[in-house]
C-alpha cells in the first residue's frame, strides 16, 4: 500500500525556521496538504494544493514541492505552534485516489 | 459555516458493530462540499482514512477496512453514517467526520467522538 513518510518529530527553538517533510512516489502527480493537530483537538488545515494557505492561517506557514518531497515550512516558530503534524495525499495507484496520511510529526518548541 | 458532530454509542463490544452518525449544520450536505469522510485515531498515533461518500451517494473505502466498512448518507435529515463490522480492541479510536470543501483538502471536521471497543 502507498505511504507517505514524515520524521517522527523536529525540535526548534522560538523565533527558528521549522522544516517538515513528507515523501511519497506519487506526490509529484498528487497535491499535497497538512494538518496541524493539538492535544485533544480535531486537526486544522494549513496548507493545501502543497502552498496554498488557507484564510486565517498565519503567513508564517508555508509550503513547498519537490519531486517526490513536500515540505511545510513555519517561518518564526512560535511556541502555540507546538503540535503534530500530518501530511495528507491520495494513492494515484489506484483506481479511486484513496486518501493517506503520513505519520506524522511532532513539532516541539524548545 | 459548516459545522459537523458526531454522535453514537462510546462503548462497543467486540465482534459486533461499530455504528456512528455525523450531523452536518450551516450546509446543505447535498451541496457544497465535494465528499465527506470518516478518519479514526488510536491514542497516541497517526490519522486513518476509513472512506468517503460524494454528495452523488456512491461510496470507497480504504482497502484495509473495505470488507467492515459502509458508509450512507441520509440528506433529509443532512447527515452521513458509519458503520464499522466485527470490530475488535483494535478499532477502539477517536472518530471524525469531515468534508472536503472548495481547498479539496479537509475544511471541515468534527470535534471527534472516542468509541471504546471492550466487553
Known amino acids: 500500500s502507498y505511504e507517505l513518510t514524515q520524521p517522527p518529530s523536529v525540535s526548534v527553538s522560538p523565533g527558528q525556521t521549522a522544516r517538515i517533510t513528507c515523501s511519497g512516489d506519487a506526490l509529484p502527480k498528487q497535491y499535497a496538504y497538512w494538518y496541524q493537530q493539538k492535544p485533544g483537538q480535531a486537526p486544522v488545515l494549513v496548507i493545501y494544493?502543497?502552498?496554498e494557505r488557507p484564510s486565517g492561517i498565519p503567513e508564517r506557514f508555508s509550503g513547498s514541492s519537490s519531486g517526490t518531497t513536500v515540505t511545510l515550512t513555519i517561518s518564526g516558530v512560535q511556541a502555540e505552534d507546538e503540535a503534530d503534524y500530518y501530511c495528507q495525499s491520495a494513492d494515484s495507484s489506484g483506481t479511486y485516489q484513496d486518501v493517506v496520511f503520513g505519520g506524522g510529526t511532532k513539532l516541539t518548541v524548545l | 459555516q459548516v459545522q459537523l458532530q458526531e454522535s453514537g454509542p462510546g462503548l462497543v463490544k467486540p465482534s459486533q458493530t461499530l455504528s456512528l452518525t455525523c450531523t452536518v449544520s450551516?450546509?446543505?450536505?447535498?451541496?457544497?462540499?465535494?465528499?465527506w469522510s470518516w478518519i479514526r485515531q488510536p491514542a497516541g498515533k497517526g490519522l486513518e482514512w476509513i472512506g468517503r461518500?460524494?454528495?452523488?451517494?456512491?461510496?470507497n473505502y480504504n482497502p484495509s477496512l473495505k470488507s467492515r466498512v459502509t458508509i450512507s448518507v441520509d440528506t433529509s435529515k443532512n447527515q452521513f453514517s458509519l458503520k464499522l463490522s466485527s470490530v475488535t480492541a483494535a478499532d477502539t479510536a477517536v472518530y471524525y467526520c469531515?468534508?472536503?470543501?472548495?481547498?479539496?483538502?479537509?475544511?471541515?471536521w468534527g470535534q471527534g467522538t472516542l468509541v471504546t471497543v471492550s466487553s
Open positions: 461518500i460524494y454528495t452523488s451517494g456512491s461510496t
Open positions: 469531515a468534508g472536503v470543501g472548495a481547498t479539496t483538502s479537509f475544511d471541515y
Open positions: 494544493k502543497d502552498s
Open positions: 450551516g450546509g446543505s450536505i447535498s451541496s457544497g462540499s465535494y465528499y
